[in-house]
């Protein structure tokens, strides 16, 4: 069965650098979405993208972050510069439609670590 | 915006027995969607309800959707070391027609041999 891939599973950064967390959705799917969840915490909305465009983004997913397709597979977002706030499980996920009885597939996630 | 509010947070149960996991708002579901999520891995769906009443199975799993859709129940049978996991419901976001999830914060469920 296809799955959503994101690489790295585990990223440690310095406070301050720019990381970018990489996400392959599933192929014919063609809504994307990133999600993340802080330790203990539910699981927040961050970005919703679709036809090359942000479609909906919420109040955490301010100007230090962005997201992009570069290329027919890739699904990155990029956090410019980090802060210690930003640890967090990122979860990217995947849609054919964004119906509300249609399912979005999830990757295992990228566990990001702020020093 | 939607709030959804799971209870219990917490369950530890003994292998056999049975449990039931609530999710409510204070406003209307479109639809609401069950997921499950191991340790180290992302949420992955189990069922979506649409149906104010419906009732949905899935192996022991049996999932109803409250008749003026603002609950849901997931109730195990039987339980096995299998289920233990973290049990989320989501719903998509209010208005937005974008379809964003918003999730409750979670039932995390152990299930003891």
């Known amino acids: 069965e296809p799955e959503v891939t994101q690489t790295p599973s585990h990223q440690v950064t310095q406070m301050g650098q720019e990381v970018i967390l990489r996400c392959v959705p599933i192929s014919n799917h063609l809504y994307f979405y990133w999600y993340r969840q802080i330790l203990g915490q539910k699981v927040e909305f961050l970005v919703s993208?679709?036809?090359?465009?942000?479609?909906?983004k919420s109040e955490i997913f301010d100007d230090q972050f962005s997201v992009e397709r570069p290329d027919g597979s890739n699904f990155t977002l990029k956090i410019r510069s980090t802060k210690l706030e930003d640890s967090a499980m990122y979860f990217c996920?995947?849609?054919?439609?964004?119906?509300?009885?249609?399912?979005?597939?999830f990757g295992d996630g990228t566990r990001l670590s702020i020093l | 915006t939607q709030l959804l509010e799971q209870s219990p947070q917490f369950l530890s149960i003994q292998e056999g027995e049975n449990l039931t996991v609530y999710c409510n708002s204070s406003s209307v579901f479109s639809s609401l969607q069950w997921y499950r999520q191991e340790p180290g891995e992302g949420p992955v769906l189990l069922v979506t309800v649409v149906t104010g009443g419906e009732v949905k199975k899935l192996k022991r799993l049996t999932f109803q959707f409250g008749d003026a859709r603002k609950d849901s129940s997931l109730h195990i049978t039987a339980a096995q070391p299998g289920d233990t996991g973290l049990y989320l419901c989501a719903s998509r976001g209010g208005s937005s027609n974008t379809g964003k999830l918003i999730f409750g914060q979670g039932t995390t469920l152990q299930v003891k041999p």
């Open positions: 996920a995947s849609s054919v439609i964004r119906a509300s009885n249609q399912p979005q597939h």
């Open positions: 993208f679709y036809n090359n465009e942000i479609s909906e």
